[in-house]
Antibody, heavy 114, light 113 residues
Framework: QLVESGGGSVQPGGSLKLSCAAS????????MHWVRQASGKGLEWIGR??????????SYAASVKGRFTISRDDSQNTAYLQMNSLKIDDTAVYYC???????WGQGTLVTISS | EIVMTQTPLSSPVTLGQPASISCRSS???????????LSWLQQRPGQPPRLLIH???NRFSGVPDRFSGSGAGTDFTLKISRVEAEDVGVYYC???????????FGQGTKLEI
């Protein structure tokens, strides 16, 4: 199970940090991804963080690179998405996803508005 | 970045009848490890996506056997042998290539009765 939290309403240029609490599987050995979905639109991959044996390596979509940072705390079974310099186009439901796509959270809504 | 193109984007179906969705990738999805990381997701109204099929044709745990996947290289198909009311929603193909490649999704196909 994956449970996201931390969503809310922020002004353009602001920051927000999302959390994804995992349970029921071997979190430490799993890559974790973030995917977002604007209202009525399709799915957009944001980025991933690999497991510790893979040095927690990260990769990001071009649309968020340099603004968003993915991290994890394996002791807390939690992944994070730090979002900076937010734009109106970042408004979406944000999902955390286990590597391979076999487990999705319910999502948390992020609204960027002035 | 690999572009995924689905057809049709909307599919009216009749209960009990078959349905089919196609997905084409802009380049071959065969990875150097020999696997093809093409998945299908279902998103029911108001719900997060859920995995139906992975690596072209492997049904995920709990997925009814009326769902099947096929294809190779750049062309893939999701088939529903007999549509049921609970199948209404949007279906996405997803290429889930290993690090460092990004995941990419098709535009989605809306299945409606």
């Amino acid at each position: 199970q994956l449970v996201e939290s931390g969503g809310g309403s922020v002004q353009p240029g602001g920051s927000l940090k999302l959390s994804c609490a995992a349970s029921g599987f071997y979190f430490s050995g799993s890559a974790m991804h973030w995917v977002r979905q604007a209202s009525g639109k399709g799915l957009e991959w944001i980025g991933r963080i690999r497991s510790k044996p893979n040095n927690h390596a990260t990769s990001y979509a071009a649309s968020v690179k340099g603004r968003f940072t993915i991290s994890r705390d394996d002791s807390q079974n939690t992944a994070y998405l730090q979002m900076n310099s937010l734009k109106i186009d970042d408004t979406a439901v944000y999902y955390c996803v286990r590597g391979g796509g076999d487990s999705w959270g319910q999502g948390t809504l992020v609204t960027i508005s002035s | 970045e690999i572009v995924m193109t689905q057809t049709p984007l909307s599919s009216p179906v009749t209960l009990g009848q078959p349905a089919s969705i196609s997905c084409r990738s802009s380049e071959s999805l065969v990875h150097s490890d020999g696997n093809t990381y093409l998945s299908w997701l279902q998103q029911r109204p108001g719900q997060p996506p859920r995995l139906l099929i992975h690596k072209i044709s492997n049904r995920f745990s709990g997925v009814p056997d009326r769902f099947s996947g096929s294809g190779a290289g750049t062309d893939f198909t999701l088939k529903i042998s007999r549509v049921e009311a609970e199948d209404v929603g949007v279906y996405y193909c997803m290429q889930a290539a290993p690090f460092p490649h990004p995941y990419t999704f098709g535009q989605g196909t809306k299945l409606e009765i």
